[in-house]
């Protein structure tokens, strides 16, 4: 069955560094997102990507961080220089041919910043 | 604050019992997602509910959106230990559904022990 897979599983970094955390979204979808939820609460919303463009972003999507899709499979979320409060479990999702469409997550990825 | 309640946050409960879990908000929505979440898993979704009063089966948990499209309960017969899990619902305010937009709850942890 197809599935949306992540990596790195678990990341642990220092503040200020720089982290990717990458997904590979089922080969034939065409909508892709990244969520994060950080411990003891909600999903949240962070950004979707769409024709090689961001759709839209949240408001905690600020300039630290960055999407690409640089070949035709890897999906990446760049954050700049970590800070303590990104601490979190990142989901990437993908969704067909319609944006309304079943979400599919991966596994997510644990980034620790300390 | 466009908010989406889940209630009972914890429950824990002996195999064979029944258990309603609600989402519960102040908002109308347009559509209304649960997902089950596993332990370092994603969010897998289990159904997705549109008109008001709707009532959707899926073997033992019956899902429901009520006539006013507030609010949502799940109700699983004859719990096992497999439904063990975080059960998240999400509720979409865009008439499409859109994923970019979705709310989340906190949550219901649900234990079935055996």
């Known amino acids: 069955e197809p599935e949306v897979t992540q990596t790195p599983s678990h990341q642990v970094t220092q503040m200020g560094q720089e982290v990717i955390l990458r997904c590979v979204p089922i080969?034939?979808?065409?909508?892709f997102y990244w969520y994060r939820q950080i411990l003891g609460q909600k999903v949240e919303f962070l950004v979707s990507?769409?024709?090689?463009?961001?759709?839209?972003k949240s408001e905690i999507f600020d300039d630290q961080f960055s999407v690409e899709r640089p070949d035709g499979s890897n999906f990446t979320l760049k954050i700049r220089s970590t800070k303590l409060e990104d601490s979190a479990m990142y989901f990437c999702?993908?969704?067909?041919?319609?944006?309304?469409?079943?979400?599919?997550f991966g596994e997510g990825s644990r980034l620790t910043v300390l | 604050t466009q908010l989406l309640e889940q209630s009972p946050q914890f429950l824990s409960i002996q195999e064979g019992e029944n258990l309603t879990v609600y989402c519960n908000s102040s908002?109308?929505?347009?559509?209304l997602q649960w997902y089950r979440q596993e332990p370092g898993e994603g969010p897998v979704l289990l159904v997705t509910?549109?008109?008001g009063g709707e009532v959707k089966k899926l073997k033992r948990l019956t899902f429901q959106f009520g006539d006013a499209r507030k609010d949502s309960s799940l109700h699983i017969t004859a719990a096992q230990p497999g439904d063990t899990g975080l059960y998240l619902c999400?509720?979409?305010?865009?008439?499409?559904?859109?994923?970019?937009?979705?709310?989340w709850g906190l949550g219901t942890s649900l234990a079935v022990n055996p």
């Open positions: 999702a993908s969704t067909g041919r319609l944006a309304v469409g079943e979400l599919f």
């Open positions: 080969s034939n979808h065409l909508y």
């Open positions: 990507f769409y024709n090689n463009e961001i759709s839209e």
């Open positions: 908002s109308v929505f347009s559509s």
């Open positions: 509910v549109v008109t």
């Open positions: 999400a509720g979409s305010k865009t008439r499409a559904g859109n994923n970019r937009k979705l709310i």
